[in-house]
């Protein structure tokens, strides 16, 4: 037994041997994430990113690398090289833990293996050394794999040497089967190079990359500040003085997008208000214009901008159509107000009386008799009118207040011959409802005469 563990106790010897210092890769201090955007920038970010909607969001790195100044940022996702990010990550954090802790675990890793093969030695149940056998390759495999597989090719060799004492373990056993391994080892993944600590000037060029990529002018003026901060060394005058005229543009950038926007929206409100509609056809290309001269800084502010500019344009349409449709019916609802105006008019000089029934006032019957029959006449010469469509609902309402007055009228005759006050309250309550579908009907039409509101 002792000489069939004796191969792997030897390897595992060499490899913890010949493993001081080689995993003692790379400067710690160089290990930025980087960030790749679609066009080919890597922006140095400290630590690493998160998505967030549809949005990364990452603390860029500015300046001396000693000590960066760093700036929270954010980027569409679909500008983003998101497969290449996260490998660039899964790189710098196996480099970081190779430099700083991989050896230390390591040893840990393959003395608890050392340990194993010892134990493996003193167990003489066949069967329970093939279980503590698999149980350490299992081990083996995972520590790789959860450590960024570390020395990867070292943990191959002892896992091949493994599989050769389980087979024969699973033999002493007297076990007739056996399991296949797809792999005896861990997978050693491609991964990209980690690129040198970028140096000021490199720094402070690819902050001023990284503000036009960001689409939030906030984050850009901070970004543009942080490397015009950072950019105190001799080499770097001429970008400081670069960075100083674009942050004075960005800043009054802001300013005079909000003044266009709200000259422009103001225009557009008073023609979707006027439906002026020709006043739109050129305001597509005075946006471009100035925003062109502006330097294309807010494109989401133009889009904003556009959409409203669209938004109103509906507006200016909607109105036309309504003022085209109230000229087409104007001259048909001025007629329509002279071919009633006899009928309404005679209906105001019996308007004392309907009031005087409303009230449940005394006055004379022959007064009553004489408003009944020029009710009569009234409503025969009020059915005569053919009203135009637009106003076919305001006419029905002016028959129904001439049917409800004559109905009080005649309630108020019954009342006076039969003594009831069921038909008097009757008749009230008509005279009182005539006098208001009489009142609200002339004020809509009166409405209906002048240009419709904007809206």
Request: charged content about 25%; proline content about 4%.
């Amino acid at each position: 037994m002792r000489r069939r563990f004796a191969p792997l106790a030897a390897l595992l010897t060499a490899l913890v041997a010949t493993g001081v210092g080689a995993g003692a890769q790379g400067d710690p201090a160089s290990t930025l994430f980087r960030v790749f955007l679609r066009d080919g920038q890597a922006l140095p970010s400290y630590g690493d990113f998160a998505v967030v909607a549809d949005r990364l969001v990452f603390t860029l790195a500015v300046g001396d690398a000693a000590s960066p100044r760093l700036q929270l940022m954010s980027v569409p996702v679909a500008n983003v090289d998101l497969d290449r990010t996260a490998k660039y990550s899964r790189s710098v954090r196996a480099t970081h833990y190779a430099a700083t802790r991989g050896e230390a675990d390591y040893a840990a890793m393959t003395g608890e293996v050392s340990s194993a093969i010892e134990q493996l030695q003193r167990i003489d149940d066949p069967k329970r050394r093939l279980a503590v056998a698999e149980e350490a390759k299992r081990r083996l495999l995972a520590w790789s794999a959860e450590n960024f597989s570390y020395r990867a090719k070292d943990i191959q060799q002892l896992a091949g040497l493994f599989d050769e004492v389980i087979a024969e373990l699973r033999a002493a056993a007297g076990l007739s089967s056996f399991a296949l391994e797809l792999s005896t080892g861990p997978v050693v993944p491609e991964l990209p190079p980690v690129l040198a600590t970028p140096s000021l000037k490199e720094s402070v060029e690819l902050a001023l990359g990284a503000a036009k990529a960001t689409d939030l002018p906030e984050e850009r003026l901070a970004i543009l500040r942080a490397a015009f901060d950072a950019a105190t060394s001799p080499e770097v005058l001429e970008l400081r003085t670069a960075i100083g005229r674009e942050i004075l543009a960005e800043s009054t950038a802001t300013a005079a997008y909000a003044e266009f926007a709200q000259s422009i929206l103001a225009r557009a409100e008073r023609a979707a208000a006027a439906g002026n509609v020709q006043v739109f056809s050129g305001m597509a290309l005075e946006i471009g214009r100035h925003d062109e001269a502006l330097g294309r800084r807010r494109p989401d502010v133009v889009r904003d901008l556009k959409e409203q500019i669209s938004a109103l344009l509906e507006r200016a349409v909607a109105r036309r159509l309504d003022l085209d449709r109230f000229a087409l019916a104007r001259e048909r609802m001025v007629q329509y107000e002279l071919d009633v105006r006899p009928a309404l008019a005679g209906l105001d000089g019996l308007r004392p009386i309907v009031e005087h029934i409303r009230d449940q006032k005394a006055f004379g019957f022959e007064r009553l008799e004489i408003a009944i029959r020029r009710l009569a006449r009234l409503a025969e010469q009020l059915q005569q009118v053919e009203p135009p469509e637009d106003v076919a609902d305001l006419h029905a309402t002016f028959v129904s207040a001439f049917h409800m007055a004559a109905h009080a009228c005649d309630q108020r005759r019954l009342a006076v011959i039969t003594a009831k006050e069921s038909h008097d309250r009757e008749a009230s309550a008509a005279a009182a409802g005539s006098l208001l579908l009489l009142s609200d009907a002339r004020r809509e039409l009166l409405t209906r005469m002048f240009p419709p509101r904007a809206k």
